[in-house]
């Protein structure tokens, strides 16, 4: 079983700044990759940040400069890999419900699979 945890998320005036981090754990052999879509009423959910194994970054266009994709791992008996959305500068427009996305790779070049949290709602608004 794979569990994703989402935090952060709220209601900030435009310029503002928020902080989205969800954390993976379970049973996971290796991570493909690992970000953030998010969907706004009447639109389709689309791509935010997300980071693949080779550890570089991939924004919309829309949030490039504005926000930032880090992720971090630690180890031991409650390992957990984690990816920390920043996003400075908020306008209305990325007023959204946000969502954690996991994609995982299984042994012997198996299929992958993905995993979606709860989702988090992010307001920007004065």
């Known amino acids: 079983q794979v569990q994703l945890v989402e935090s952060g998320g709220g209601l900030v005036q435009p310029g503002g700044s928020l902080r989205l981090s969800c954390a993976a754990s379970?049973?996971?052999?290796?991570?493909?990759?690992m970000g953030w879509y998010r969907q706004a009423p009447g639109k389709r959910r689309e791509l935010v940040a997300l980071i693949t194994s080779g550890g570089v970054p991939t924004y919309a266009d829309s949030v490039e400069g504005r926000f930032t994709l880090s992720s971090a791992t630690i180890a031991g008996d409650n390992a957990k890999t984690l990816v920390v959305l920043q996003m400075n500068s908020l306008k209305p427009e990325d007023t959204a419900v946000y969502y954690c996305?996991?994609?995982?790779?299984?042994?012997?070049?198996?299929?992958?699979?993905?995993?979606w949290g709860q989702g988090t709602q992010v307001t920007v608004s004065s």
């Open positions: 996305d996991l994609i995982v790779e299984t042994a012997g070049l198996g299929p992958r699979y993905e995993y």
């Open positions: 379970g049973t996971i052999f290796s991570i493909y990759a």
